[in-house]
């Protein structure tokens, strides 16, 4: 049982992820802005990110590690391409349509400019959409298991 | 001098006539279709915006399906109902499904359907995320922003009393070229604008619900992260404002109310438990 439940876990466990910081940004030793603040990393500068925790990154950065704002980094490298899924389907679109990837509305995702334009109702569907859907209190007792309190938030001005 | 004036704008008035006078031209009719036009776009009352929207949802299903996992449709159905009673509109007829595309994309459609691809839930992490894209989608009807683009949209579209033919008659061929004309705007996308309230409004809705407000953030940061000539993100990148854009503009405008709300749950464990199987 164990096990199983940290076997559900290891997805969280996200191995660390390339970011740059894109403001200076105070490195603090805890998630929160009146946390002790172990540097101050200038812009530009490459870290590994860990974990999110509310508006906090964890990063390692050189030989210290700590806490960033989220909204003061950018994920992933600074390089362009990445390998993989991505440059295959822009191939294969290539391939189907002689055209390069930017214009490649033509493959298979069904979700494409091009299909979304042209698609034809599909009541079937349409019915088990209808099917799928939860009243209110369903969808209370759902959030109450969760532990979700609804709180009064204003919309900004 | 001012009969004067008046005599030489009569003839003005007599000889631009003759100039520019067409034939066959009903100025009542004209101005019947101006009124019909007017009407229609202010019209669209909520029975009629949720009668549009089915025919567009059904079209957008007829361009992918839902993924055949109803434990997961019915829990992102939960996450986004109880969203949904959280706004000013609790009791529109909201459903809400997962397409089956790797497309990285979500839709909102007028009267209370909305979409999300599986491509984008893979590439989440939380319920959280979950809560602040769907809060994203649910601005849009809250809004009426697609269901104003349609109005604006139809007058172009169709001729004036087409436009409100196909209001009033829901099997006419001019309803069909409404609901095919509305289906597109999805290729298009809506202002600018209007997503960057999405952005705004959605956090707020994602905090009353209870969520980590950093939610949606959290996800636009995700979608940065990722080569940005992945075809699976060429319809979302052309029809959005770039992740950057928007991520800056929640920064400037939102981050009392997201530092506010964020430890609140994330819910990752439950998400998992549901998606990821």
Do not use: C
């Amino acid at each position: 049982m164990r096990i199983l439940a940290l076997l559900l876990l290891l997805p969280l466990l996200a191995a660390a992820e390339p970011a740059t910081v894109i403001k200076p940004a105070e490195l603090k030793q805890e998630p929160a802005s009146d946390a002790a603040t172990l540097a101050t990393l200038p812009e530009n500068t490459a870290v590994d990110a860990l974990e999110r925790k509310g508006g906090w990154t964890r990063v390692k950065a050189g030989a210290g590690e700590g806490w960033v704002r989220m909204l003061s980094l950018r994920l992933g490298g600074a390089t362009t391409a990445k390998p993989g899924a991505s440059g295959l389907t822009q191939a294969f679109n290539v391939a189907r349509t002689g055209t390069s990837g930017t214009q490649a509305t033509t493959g298979v995702r069904g979700l494409d400019a091009e299909q979304i334009a042209n698609a034809q109702p599909n009541p079937a569907e349409l019915a088990k959409l209808e099917k799928f859907a939860a009243d209110r209190d369903a969808a209370t007792s759902f959030a109450s298991q969760g532990k979700l309190s609804p709180t009064s938030v204003a919309y900004p001005k | 001098m001012k009969i004067l004036s008046l005599l030489a704008g009569l003839v003005f008035a007599a000889t631009a006539q003759a100039q520019f006078r067409l034939p066959n031209i009903d100025i009542n009719k004209m101005v019947d279709t101006v009124k019909n036009v007017g009407k229609a776009v202010k019209d669209i009352d909520e029975p009629e915006e949720i009668a549009i929207g089915k025919d567009v949802a059904s079209r957008l299903l007829g361009a992918a399906p839902l993924v055949a996992n109803p434990g997961m449709q019915r829990y992102v159905n939960n996450v986004g109902r109880w969203l949904a009673v959280q706004t000013e509109r609790p009791d529109l007829p909201w459903q809400f499904g997962v397409l089956d595309s790797p497309n990285v994309n979500a839709f909102a459609v007028p009267g209370g359907t909305i979409f999300i691809t599986r491509g984008l839930l893979e590439r989440m992490r939380s319920e959280a995320e979950l809560a602040g894209v769907l809060g994203h989608e649910i601005v849009h009807v809250l809004r009426k922003h697609h269901l104003k683009a349609i109005q604006k949209g139809a007058q172009s579209a169709l001729a004036g009393d087409a436009a409100a033919a196909a209001l009033r008659d829901r099997a006419g061929p001019a309803r069909d070229k409404l609901i095919a004309f509305s289906t597109e705007m999805y290729s298009r996308g809506l202002d600018k604008s209007d997503e960057l309230e999405a952005d705004r409004l959605g956090v707020v809705i994602a905090a009353r619900g209870g969520y980590d407000a950093y939610g949606l953030p959290s996800v636009l940061q995700t979608l940065q992260a990722m080569n940005a000539q992945d075809s699976a993100l060429a319809l979302m990148f052309k029809t959005h404002p770039a992740p950057a854009e928007r991520l800056d503009s929640l920064s400037e405008k939102m981050q009392p109310v997201l530092d506010a709300y964020s430890s609140q749950p994330q819910l990752a464990e439950r998400f998992v438990r549901q998606i990821k199987k």
